[in-house]
């Protein structure tokens, strides 16, 4: 086999911030193994929509390409049968972003194409003759593993997930199947840990401040939220939504939406409330942080990702935005989250040598030490006790004072 430095094209879904911050992550993994990034193409359902940290972060050409997306409700739902609607109203409009794919393929000369979850690069290599070959990277393809849960009830909504998974799988050499926990590889699939971005490696020395972080999707639950903080005002929350940043009262702290602040914030707090997305309940679990997992509403995918992550020691989830089920859980649970963090961070430091074996593999390049698997860091990491200790005492018994710190 050949043991020349590869030449990269990536493929992504635009509009996801967990595959933009995938591809960064698999980056940096490719360039310390001395291969070249040499540009990607970014789908978007909205013309040009690439956001600029990630332009930014991959030091390479980004082109946007108009590419199928979802229809959400005003509640958030997704809506499959709008969506599929939508996209076959637009079908045509999508055959100028093959031929500009094409034409990327063609100038570049990539040895192997790393598609996240971009429909339109499986939509290629079904329609377009080419012979670089593609591996596919998603957590979605851990959906067909026996171990992963697959709830029973909103079959649209499966059948939606199954068939645009497919879809980005179709002729892939290979497909990469990210999890939060090992298991046995599959015919065409390659279990892999979490892709994490490497600037949360850094925030292992955040002081705690004792605080309750909340990731708010939907403006429309700010007042649930606003009402149970009055009702436990000893409870210091941050929350991050797409709303004016305001102090709703000194207990509740409204930020505006940001990637690398909400990170810090992560690290500092003593538990975090989210949506079921697979990146940020795996940065949760790295930091050690539990995470109560609210699945966007009609939302199946994140149905199943938060039993899944519950399964595997994430913390706890609910149906709505109460932060009861929470605090009950830290009261109990400190010595079993610092083992979870303890066997994550283990899982996490393979996923370099998985991942890039992967890819070497597939573009006919002999991965280093042979298979790839467990090849990327040491199994014996260093890891932090779990980020939080049990509430001590407050103006309610709910939680610590605004000034505690839970870190050790």
Same mark, same amino acid.
């Given at each position: 086999m050949r043991r020349d430095p590869l030449r990269v094209l990536f493929a992504v879904q635009g509009e996801g911030r967990g595959h933009l911050t995938q591809a960064l992550a698999v980056a940096a993994m490719l360039r310390r193994r001395g291969h070249h990034v040499v540009?990607?193409?970014?789908?978007?359902?909205?013309?040009?929509? &690439?956001?600029?940290?990630?332009?930014?972060?991959?030091?390479?050409?980004?082109?946007?390409?108009?590419?199928?997306?979802? *229809?959400?409700?005003?509640?958030?739902?997704?809506?499959?049968?709008?969506?599929?609607?939508?996209?076959?109203?637009?079908?045509?409009?999508?055959?100028?972003? %093959?031929?500009?794919?094409?034409?990327?393929?063609?100038?570049?000369?990539?040895? *192997?194409?790393?598609? /996240?979850?971009?429909?339109? @690069?499986? %939509?290629?290599g079904l329609l377009r003759v080419s012979d670089v070959p593609v591996v596919a990277v998603g957590h979605q393809f851990f959906a067909g593993h026996p171990g992963y849960p697959l709830l029973p009830g909103q079959p649209l909504q499966r059948m939606a997930m199954e068939a645009y998974t497919a879809l980005v799988g179709a002729g892939a050499e290979t497909r990469l199947a990210l999890s939060f926990y090992d298991a046995p590889d599959r015919p065409g *699939?390659? *279990?892999?840990?979490?892709?994490?971005? $490497?600037?949360?490696?850094? #925030?292992?020395?955040?002081?705690?401040?004792?605080?309750?972080? &909340?990731?708010?999707?939907?403006?429309? @639950?700010?007042?649930?939220?606003?009402?149970?903080?009055?009702?436990?005002?000893? &409870?210091?929350? =941050?929350?991050?939504?797409?709303? +004016?940043? =305001?102090? =709703?009262?000194?207990? #509740?702290?409204?930020?505006?939406?940001?990637?690398?602040? /909400?990170?810090?914030?992560?690290?500092?707090?003593?538990?975090? &409330?989210?949506?079921?997305?697979? +990146?940020?309940?795996?940065?949760?679990?790295?930091?050690?942080? $539990?995470?109560?997992?609210?699945?966007?509403?009609?939302?199946? +995918?994140?149905?199943?990702?938060?039993?899944?992550?519950?399964?595997?020691?994430?913390?706890?989830?609910?149906?709505? #935005?109460?932060?009861?089920?929470?605090?009950?859980?830290?009261?109990?649970?400190?010595?079993?989250?610092?083992e979870t963090a303890a066997r994550f961070r283990r899982w996490v430091a393979r996923a370099e040598g998985r991942a890039v074996g992967a890819i070497e593999e597939a573009a006919g390049l002999a991965p280093v030490r042979g298979d790839g698997a467990g090849d990327g860091l040491a199994d014996d990491v260093e890891v932090r006790p779990a980020g939080y200790a049990p509430p001590t005492s407050s103006a309610d018994g709910r939680g610590p004072s605004e000034n505690a710190s839970t870190r050790e």
């Open positions: 540009g990607a193409v970014a789908g978007t359902s909205r013309w040009g929509d &690439v956001p600029e940290f990630f332009r930014q972060g991959l030091a390479a050409r980004v082109e946007a390409v108009e590419s199928p997306g979802f *229809v959400a409700g005003a509640d958030g739902r997704i809506r499959p049968a709008a969506t599929f609607a939508a996209n076959l109203a637009r079908m045509r409009r999508f055959a100028p972003s %093959l031929d500009r794919i094409s034409a990327v393929i063609d100038r570049l000369e990539p040895d *192997v194409v790393v598609n /996240f979850y971009e429909g339109l @690069m499986g %939509l290629h *699939v390659r *279990v892999v840990p979490p892709l994490l971005r $490497p600037q949360l490696f850094d #925030l292992d020395d955040v002081p705690g401040d004792g605080s309750i972080l &909340v990731y708010l999707m939907e403006p429309a @639950m700010a007042p649930a939220l606003s009402a149970w903080s009055d009702r436990n005002p000893g &409870v210091r929350i =941050h929350t991050f939504a797409p709303i +004016e940043p =305001h102090d =709703h009262s000194p207990a #509740l702290t409204f930020h505006g939406l940001s990637g690398t602040e /909400f990170l810090k914030r992560m690290a500092a707090a003593r538990g975090v &409330v989210c949506t079921a997305g697979f +990146e940020t309940v795996s940065e949760a679990m790295w930091l050690g942080t $539990p995470a109560l997992l609210v699945p966007t509403p009609g939302h199946y +995918e994140q149905r199943c990702n938060a039993a899944d992550a519950v399964a595997a020691g994430a913390g706890v989830r609910a149906e709505t #935005l109460d932060l009861d089920p929470l605090l009950d859980y830290l009261d109990g649970h400190q010595a079993a989250q610092a």
